[in-house]
Each structure stands twice: as C-alpha cells, then as structure tokens.
C-alpha cells in the first residue's frame, strides 16, 4: 500500500482554508527531504542519487517558500514515523533503494491527490495569501508531474 495516501475526502476536508492545505503540502515535502537527504548517502543506484540530489533542492527550496509564508509546522506525523522506520540504518542498499524510489512515487502522487482539488476548489475571496499559494502550486505542478515520470523510468529500468 501507499505511504502517503490522500483520498478525495481527505483532500476535501485538507483543503478546507489555504493555510490547513499549506500544512498538509509542507509535511509532505518535509517528508520528501529528509528521505532525499539519507538517498545521498545511502542509495546504490546512480540514477536514484542523481534523482535525491535535485529533490533536495526543490523541496529545500519549497520549504523555504512555505516557512516565509507563515506555514505553520505540524508535529511529527505518523508518516514521518513510518518513513524513518523504513529507513532503518542496517537496511541493504538495495532495499533502501527500493524503499526510496517507493517513498518518493508514493509523495510524489499524494502530492498532486492534494492539489489538484485545491486548485480545482474556488473560493469566494480571493486573498493575497490564496493567490500567492496558488502560484506556488501552479508552479510545482510542472516539476511533480516530471518527477513522477522520471521515477516511473527509474522504476522501470533499475533492476534490469
């Protein structure tokens, strides 16, 4: 099953004010950085560090974005902690490996499960802060779209 699992109804009820979607899109990129930090060191496959390596970046980076816009951080989500389990130091290289590029598809697609309601969703007021959160999302699409094709390449060629 899927680590990060958004249903229709949990990214209705997610959706619900700006700042409950920014909560929920930066506990997800939290969690798509700290798997991207320990892929650096710990991944085998060249592809899946060269892949780490630009996450981090983009999710550094969003949550940069997310922090200077007033973001408010949520306690360590069950997620988080299902994720550090995952990856447990001891784990081989080629688990991690698979783990990683799991993980990482799997945050990817809840990622877009979030926003494409919460684009979709109009509200009546539109605020400075909506509309700025909105271009972040719009933006991001483009980059989350392409790195779900690369890691379905990734997933598809890695243990050829």
């Not at 200077?68 to 995952?86: F, N, V, W, Y």
């Amino acid at each position: 099953g899927r680590s990060v699992d958004f249903s229709q109804d949990d990214a209705e009820r997610l959706i619900i004010t700006e700042r409950a979607f920014r909560a929920a899109f930066l506990g997800t990129v939290e969690m798509s950085l700290y798997a991207s930090q320990l892929a650096l060191t710990r991944a085998s496959n060249r592809h899946l560090k060269v892949f780490a390596s630009f996450e981090l970046v983009e999710s550094a980076g969003l949550i940069k974005v997310l922090k200077d816009l007033g973001t408010p951080t949520t306690a360590l989500s069950s997620m988080m902690q299902d994720l550090k389990q995952k990856f447990a130091v001891g784990t081989t290289a080629q688990l991690f490996d698979k783990a990683y590029l799991d993980i990482q598809l799997d945050i990817h697609q809840g990622l877009l499960e979030l926003i494409n309601p919460y684009l979709r969703q109009a509200p009546e007021v539109m605020t400075a802060m909506e509309n700025q959160v909105r271009h972040l999302v719009t933006v991001a699409l483009a980059t989350i779209n392409e790195h779900l094709a690369i890691l379905l390449r990734i997933r598809a060629h890695a243990w050829d």
